[in-house]
């Protein structure tokens, strides 16, 4: 969506690798989230953020990290993924007030 | 933790008939929003509808509207006159505003229009 970029859109990786996977926005927007979608689950936060290195963890925190050293990236980092981090991965912008919300194009990353 | 669920995993509608998607929320809170987004095959997240909790009336866009029951906690979304471009999973959701304004989601409704 217009403001919000993701990448890579795809990724497949090796069981134990490292992945960074990069959100970036140009809207100048307070909060940032990581979602994870699965099957039957919707959308599950990971982390999320309310500024620069402010952060914060979600439901299904456990195996990732985050980091945010300039309002417009937002990088989530696999440390050694694992099959069961096999998903599709959204980012997400809001300003303040929970108003409104704009979605990236999201990542889908297999783990084999 | 807040929740919301969608008791409807699976909807089918034929095309130009209504169909409504349900949803049901809890919050402690007086004033917030709820939201519907519509995920295609493409995976993009979009905007299909947004309520704020004080307004009484219910909000409208176009096709679509919402049955927005505050005291039940239940916030409905009915399509009228369904397309088949309306093919696509369904969302409910809605922030907390103790954690830094995230969105819960409901579980989804994949909503399937036939010709």
């Known amino acids: 969506d217009a403001g919000i970029t993701q990448s890579p859109r795809h990724k497949v990786t090796e069981t134990g690798t490292p992945v960074t996977l990069r959100c970036h926005q140009t809207?100048?927007?307070?909060?940032m989230y990581w979602y994870r979608q699965d099957p039957g689950h919707g959308l599950r936060l990971i982390h999320y953020?309310?500024?620069?290195?402010?952060?914060d963890k979600g439901e299904v925190s456990d195996g990732y990290s985050v980091s945010r050293s300039k309002t417009e990236d937002f990088l989530l980092t696999l440390e050694s993924a694992t099959s069961s981090q096999t998903s599709v991965y959204f980012c997400a912008i809001s300003k303040e007030g929970g108003y409104g919300y704009t979605f990236g194009s999201g990542t889908r990353l297999t783990v084999v | 933790a807040q929740t919301v669920t969608q008791s409807q995993p699976e909807m089918s509608v034929q095309e130009a008939e209504t169909v409504t998607l349900s949803c049901t929320y809890d919050t402690s809170e007086n004033n917030y929003y709820l939201f519907w987004y519509k995920q295609p095959p493409s995976r993009q997240m979009i905007l299909v509808i947004r309520?704020?909790?004080?307004?009484?009336q219910n909000a409208t866009e176009n096709r679509f509207s919402v049955n927005f029951q505050k005291a039940a906690k239940s916030f409905s979304l009915k399509i009228s006159d369904s397309q088949l471009g309306d093919t696509a999973m369904y969302f409910c959701a809605r922030p907390d505003n103790n954690a830094g304004n995230m969105l819960t989601f409901g579980g989804g409704t994949r909503l399937m229009v036939k010709p």
């Open positions: 309520q704020e909790a004080y307004k009484q």
């Open positions: 809207e100048n927007h307070r909060y």
């Open positions: 953020s309310y500024g620069v290195k402010d952060t």
